[in-house]
């Protein structure tokens, strides 16, 4: 039987029996708690904890699922997987125990055909409830296994719904391992279904907290294991889910799968993270340093390691993905859609780390080969270090290299260094922290600032606390640094990419010029500045002002960024989300995941369209509601709300739906105008425009107007579409005349050549030329010495000496043919008499010689002795 036709039949069976067939959900989950999907019942975990009305009773799915904890695994197994199908059907309150366990029985048996013979389960150690149900159904005793919380206690390892479940395993027969249940040997017996009975919810340790509102069904199936078993193979990656992608891996790599245990470590290594990354990819996961990002990253670097290993010296992503998609496009019509995005992310990021791969891989072997020597079993840790921090060698890539060789790696050592630079990093960020420790105990006694910005701009208020220096002060004097935090503000603090508001804060005896205001711990909102005279005191009253013109332009930016990310979105696709953004006053700028550089006219589309949407004028609404209800809408989250949360929501017209906490105009008229001024890449997968908006960008049109006219006033022309073209006029004939100069110079070269040739002198058949240029320096000297004696070579033996004043120093070079330094005549003792003439002394090589000295006015004396200096030379004194 095929997956697809497993799937499929998988679903029909549960659709048949009343359940609502859901699609997967993202592997980014919708769950903060969560790195990523791990299991099918996440996109439920609401409806189980009575937090949310389910809107069906039973529900039936197929979803991606990625689990973090086996990456290592991977490869060395017949089972493991870091991404994998489940399959699943769920029960909200409705049926129970008897249901979920007869039909999971009836589907195994009847729907796959897998021989009851074969069937064990496992129940929880004290679930007789459990025992009795599989006994009803036909299961002998012998092949009912009762264990522990660690095997049959499910949960997702965060806070969350759980319960305890009952596996079903498949005997695959004596060849895989002793008989003796799953409790022994889990090659043999595989586990192909779990049933979790959903009744309680757990801490994030796994501790039961208390019993849930109702009594659930979740069960999850991994496809891969089904269709081990039914198409008989051996392991997963035999499968037709990753036979084809193992066939890539063996075709990139040319080694063939099965015949070496180490490299076929490899290739499955190989394919399994290669499907996997393609589906982190597609759901919007970026290669990073942390979280999600750095799982994918290190895959990725592990899969690149794995095809070094068997010789593969080329891309091999890009095969990798393509397969994947191939097989699993179908299933999954996102992959299709995002291929290319998930190609050039890989790319990239393949290129990047093989890039260092190399010299990485070098340190590596050098290290192994003095363990060897010194007869050390130990891989040092500041190796390990160096790899990771200098190559990207990620800790788990080098431990498994490393026992490759039969070596430990020091990780303590490891450890060690990791921290030192924590701590450096740390030491930096000491200084900050002893205000944020006093804003800390602040917050104890001061709560939540209450914030009044969203309506007014000015508000009477009480100082609650100052800070100076970064410690609590009664008083604070003109002068001085301070933090303040009031019991309520109109000012904004730092959020969302929205800076902080500035402005003035005045109290009876002293006012406060605030700069900056940012968020603090428990809700603080935190005024810095500057007393600008007299002195505040905690307990005074004060009277805060906003900075109007600041926030209103402020304001412009926040509702034109949202205007600009739909207008993103809607020309880009739905891929273009928002990854980061700068709202200031008068500026924005917007990061958003896209692979390529968007094209000059493209960019020009975005911005038209965002301005005409501007110009429509908009009623730009905020309100507050639930979380739920707000994603119900369609709302674009950027920060990770709860549910049950009240969230804030900004629409802007009937387009655009965003929680948002910021500050934004009332009609999208007064955003006025937004320019875009630039668009770059900003990492892997990321582009970032920025933009002007309102007045500034006015200005910005108006400076370049202003730079156009000067260029046009240079040009001499007036009409400004005339300019492109004069200016290139301009510089092709600049091109011109520099060619017919420099032909003229030539020219006059030449000529100078010919006429100091021909008035050569003739010492003892030795053409000589001494001629004084002054004004040129070494190399113009050189240059004219070199033409000098090539033409004079023709005639026989010859020299050139040449001399210049400039700047009050004296230059003077010589240059000879080869035949005349073979009798015996050296430029540098041609020079040395000349040279002393004029205070310096002469070297270089026998046939050219340089000299000088401080005697600039002594030059024509100097080269007057040239022609006795040669004579004497040839022995003719
Ligand atoms: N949540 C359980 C698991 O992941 C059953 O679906 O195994």
């Given at each position: 039987m095929r997956a697809d036709e497993i799937r499929r039949l998988f679903l029909r069976f549960f659709e048949e029996r009343g359940h609502r067939i859901v699609p997967s959900s993202s592997l980014i989950p919708d769950d903060p708690s969560l790195l990523l999907t791990n299991a099918g019942m996440n996109q439920f975990k609401p409806y189980f904890l009575g937090l949310r009305e389910p809107p069906y009773p039973r529900a039936a799915s197929a979803q991606k699922v990625f689990r973090t904890s086996d990456i290592e695994n991977v490869g060395h197994t017949a089972r493991h997987l870091t991404f994998f199908e489940m399959l699943g059907n769920f029960s909200f309150g409705d049926y129970f125990k008897a249901e979920a366990c007869a039909w999971a029985l009836e589907l195994v048996t009847e729907g796959y055909g897998i021989d009851r013979d074969r069937i064990w389960v496992t129940v929880f150690e004290t679930d007789d409830e459990t025992v009795g149900v599989w006994t009803d159904l036909g299961i002998p005793p012998q092949r009912i296994v009762r264990r522990g919380k660690a095997d049959n206690f499910w949960w997702m390892h965060v806070a969350g719904p759980c319960g305890p479940c009952s596996e079903i395993y498949v005997d695959r027969g004596p060849r895989y391992g002793p008989d003796g249940g799953p409790e022994v040997d889990e090659d043999r017996f595989l586990e192909i279904w779990n049933v979790v009975f959903m009744q309680n919810e757990c801490d994030d340790r796994g501790n039961v907290l208390r019993d849930l509102p109702k009594k659930n069904i979740d069960t999850g199936s991994s496809l891969e294991r089904v269709a081990m078993v039914l198409q008989e193979v051996?392991?997963?990656?035999?499968?037709d889910l990753l036979r084809p992608i193992l066939a890539v891996a063996e075709e990139v790599s040319d080694h063939p799968y099965g015949r070496d245990g180490r490299d076929d470590v490899s290739l499955r290594v190989m394919a399994e993270h290669g499907r996997a990354c393609t589906f982190l990819i597609s759901d919007g996961v970026l290669p990073s340093n942390e979280g999600r990002g750095y799982v994918l990253r290190r895959m990725l670097r592990r899969l690149v390691t794995h095809a070094r290993r068997l010789?593969?010296?080329?891309?091999?992503m890009p095969d990798l993905v393509a397969k994947t998609v191939e097989v699993m496009g179908d299933a999954y019509p996102e992959l299709r859609a995002n291929q290319s995005f998930v190609l050039q992310v890989a790319a990239s990021e393949e290129e990047r780390f093989g890039a260092t791969y190399r010299q990485g891989m070098a340190l590596f072997e050098a290290e192994v080969a003095k363990a060897r020597e010194s007869g050390s079993r130990m891989f040092r840790g500041d190796a390990a270090f160096k790899l990771h921090d200098?190559?990207?060698?990620p800790i788990e890539s080098t431990l498994e290299l490393a026992a490759e060789e039969g070596l430990s790696v020091d990780t303590e050592g490891f450890a060690r260094l990791m921290e030192e630079q924590r701590r450096r990093a740390r030491e930096a960020a000491r200084k900050g922290a002893f205000a944020e420790e006093a804003l800390a105990e602040l917050s104890a006694t001061a709560g939540p600032t209450e914030f009044l910005g969203y309506e007014r701009l000015t508000a009477e208020a009480r100082v609650l606390g100052v800070l100076s220096d970064g410690e609590r002060t009664e008083v604070a004097g003109e002068g001085s640094r301070v933090r303040l935090v009031l019991d309520r503000t109109p000012f904004y603090a730092e959020a969302g990419g929205q800076v902080g508001d500035a402005g003035v804060i005045r109290t009876p005896g002293g006012l406060v010029v605030v700069e900056d205001t940012r968020p603090g711990p428990g809700g603080l909102i935190v005024h810095e500045g500057v007393v600008r005279s007299g002195e505040v005191r905690a307990g005074e009253e004060a009277e805060a002002q906003v900075d109007a013109p600041r926030r209103e332009a402020t304001a412009r930016s926040h509702t034109a960024t949202h205007v600009l990310h739909w207008s993103v979105r809607h020309l880009l696709g739905e891929h273009a989300r928002q990854a980061g953004s700068l709202v200031a006053p008068g500026r924005l700028r917007f990061d958003f995941t896209h692979f390529e550089a968007v094209p000059r006219e493209r960019l020009e589309e975005i911005e038209e369209l965002a301005n005409r949407r501007l110009a429509e004028d908009a009623a730009v609404r905020a309100y507050e509601t639930t979380f739920e209800f707000a994603r119900s809408q369609g709302a674009i989250a950027l920060f990770e709300e709860k549910y049950g949360d009240i969230v804030r929501v900004v629409e802007v017209g009937d387009y655009s739906l965003e929680l948002c906490g910021g500050t934004h105009v009332r009609?999208?008229?007064?955003?006025s105008l937004l320019r875009l001024v630039s668009e770059g890449s900003v990492g892997a997968g990321l582009r970032r425009v920025e933009a002007l908006v309102g007045p500034d960008a006015l200005r910005h049109v108006n400076l370049e107007r202003r730079l156009l006219e000067e260029v046009l006033e240079a040009l001499g022309?007036?009409?400004?579409?005339e300019a492109p073209e004069r200016v290139r006029q301009a510089v092709a004939r600049i091109k011109q005349l520099e060619t017919e100069l420099g032909k003229v110079r030539r020219a006059e070269r030449d000529r100078e050549v010919e006429r100091l040739v021909a008035g050569a002198l003739d010492v003892a058949g030795v053409s000589l030329v001494v001629a004084r240029l002054d004004g040129q320096d070494a190399d113009e000297l050189r240059e004219m010495a070199l033409r000098l004696r090539e033409r004079l070579g023709r005639r026989g033996r010859g020299a050139a000496v040449l001399g210049s004043a400039r700047e009050g120093r004296a230059l003077l070079v010589a240059a000879l043919t080869q035949d005349l330094v073979a009798s015996g005549v050296t430029a540098p003792a041609l020079l040395e008499t000349a040279a002393r003439a004029v205070g310096g002394r002469a070297g270089g090589r026998p046939d050219l010689a340089y000299g000088g000295g401080g005697q600039g006015a002594a030059v024509g004396q100097a080269l007057e002795e040239i022609p006795g200096r040669l004579a004497e030379l040839l022995g003719l004194r």
């Open positions: 051996d392991n997963v990656f035999e499968t010789g593969v010296d080329r891309p091999v200098t190559f990207g060698f009609h999208t008229g007064q955003v022309a007036r009409d400004p579409a």
